[in-house]
Each structure stands twice: as C-alpha cells, then as structure tokens.
Antibody, heavy 120, light 107 residues
C-alpha cells in the first residue's frame, strides 16, 4: 500500500525556517517524481515545487522561488521541503504528492498534509 | 502562467442528478487536464487524468471530456458521497495551476 506521511509543520515566526519531511513507503520511491502542493485554510490548491526521480532537476512556483528548496534522499525514501524566510502568506497545509506515472504533473497519491502557520 | 477558470464556483444538486462542471484554460493545454475531488478535511483524490481517462478505482459515473482550452467533468447520477469540492488542474507547463474549485452541495 502506497503511503506518504508528512511531518515537520508547526508554528513559526515571520522570517523563520522550517523543514518538512515526507516519508514514503509501499512503492519504489526512487523511480517517481514527487511534488509539494499547499492549501491555505479555506482556500484552493496551489502547486509549490517538484523534483525528479534522482533529485537532479527541480522547479518552483514563483511565490517560493529562492526561499524554498525541495530535495530527496532515495536511500531513506524521504522527500523534503526546506522553507526559509517564511511569510504569513505561506500559512497552509502542505501536502506531498506522488506523480501517477513515474514523471509528470498529475498526482495519484497524497499525504495527509502538515500544517504550517507563520505568525508572530 | 496558465490561468484555470472553473464554472460554476458552487452548485446545488440532488441525488440522481446529472451534473457538469466546466474548466477553461487561458491558453491551449492540449489534453493535459486533470480533475480532483476533495471532501472537507480530506486529501484531494485524482478522478480523471489526461482530460478523459478514468483513474483506477473511480466510479464510472465520473467522466471527463475536452481538449485545447475547454473541458468538462460530468457526474452522470449524483450519489451522496459525491458532494465535495472539485478542482481542475493543468499539467501542460509549470507552474502547474489549479482552478479555484467548484463546491457541489446538496439541494
């Protein structure tokens, strides 16, 4: 059974940092592109970032470029999102998501999400 | 960035109704269009990918159509468990973008 379990969320002050983790199991993690998608309270879905299967290629939404870094450790079956210079508008539930067919941008499995709250 | 616009933003319907949700892209995205269902407090669920392909395990009452800029999601006969918010998403180019969502409520 495919499982994605996020952790690392919490309350952080503006300008602070957090690192989110997403532990994957039930599939060959190293074969799949992975993504982060966020959802502010009561709002819609917003794509944040993606990483290819070996970690050599990444892309970001303009709103987080230069502040967030996506990475992965295929030996540990874990995806990360390092978030720096956090702003109030980064407050959201952050989901990790697996692509449906090894690469691409449609997501067949999602984690349960981890809440990041940026507030003083 | 490609803008995705869904209509309507909300919709009231009854069990057994046929429902159609529309999604329009600001430029052609070929068939790179996906649909998700999200229930309150739950994780999004992939329903349709590549505009018209039914994701494994999704009931056949869900169907998708369209190409280019105009797409539709149709639920042929609404069931109680279908009341949720539906999002379209373009996977044609980054940044990936979602529609604003269509909230489907019980009439």
């Amino acid at each position: 059974e495919v499982q994605l379990v996020e952790s690392g969320g919490g309350l952080v002050q503006p300008g602070g940092s957090l690192r989110l983790s997403c532990a994957a199991s039930g599939f060959t993690f190293s074969s799949y592109w992975m993504h982060w998608v966020r959802q502010a309270p009561g709002k819609g879905l917003v794509w944040v970032s993606r990483i290819n299967s070996d970690g050599s290629s990444t892309s970001y939404a303009d709103s987080v470029k230069g502040r967030f870094t996506i990475s992965r450790d295929n030996a540990k079956n874990t995806l990360y999102l390092q978030m720096n210079s956090l702003r109030a508008e980064d407050t959201a539930v952050y989901y990790c998501a697996r692509v449906r067919g090894y690469s691409g941008y449609d997501f067949d499995y999602w984690g349960q999400g981890t809440l990041v709250t940026v507030s003083s | 960035d490609i803008q995705m616009t869904q209509s309507p933003s909300s919709l009231s319907a009854s069990v057994g109704d046929r429902v159609t949700i529309t999604c329009r892209a600001s430029q052609s995205i070929s068939s790179y269009l996906n649909w998700y269902q999200q229930k309150p407090g739950k994780v999004p669920k992939l329903l349709i990918y590549a505009a018209s392909s039914l994701q494994s395990g999704v009931p056949s009452r869900f169907s998708g159509s369209g190409s280019g800029t105009d797409f539709t999601l149709t639920i042929s006969s609404l069931q109680p468990e279908d009341f949720a918010t539906y999002y379209c998403q373009q996977s044609y180019s980054t940044p990936i973008t979602f529609g604003q969502g269509t909230r489907l409520e019980i009439k």
